[in-house]
């Protein structure tokens, strides 16, 4: 029978293991660092050209849409839709 302590022990070895290879494989890679200065970019252009009298409306709208979102993905990961739509498109573009 598997416990409620060897599950948490595997999810912890498992965060580990994720959180080890972003910071020896991902964090301050190019694509890391060119991501980085086009979201900057992308924000200073953003606020150079927004409505100034309708900025707050339109901050607040897209809090919205991010944290519906954010919802949404953080239930289907919980559900592996994920996983599985990777794995579906992994194996369907092979088999050409």
Known sequence: MITDDQILKKAENLNNL???QWINQT??????????ILIVFMYVIFFYLVDKKRIIEI????SLVAVAFAV??????????WATLKGYYL??????
């Open 27 to 36: 964090f301050l890679s190019q694509s890391w660092i060119f991501q980085v």
């Open 72 to 81: 949404y993905d953080s239930i289907a990961q919980q559900l592996n839709y």
């Open 59 to 62: 901050l607040l709208y897209g």
């Open 18 to 20: 994720i959180e080890t």
């Open 91 to 96: 194996s369907s573009q092979t088999s050409f």
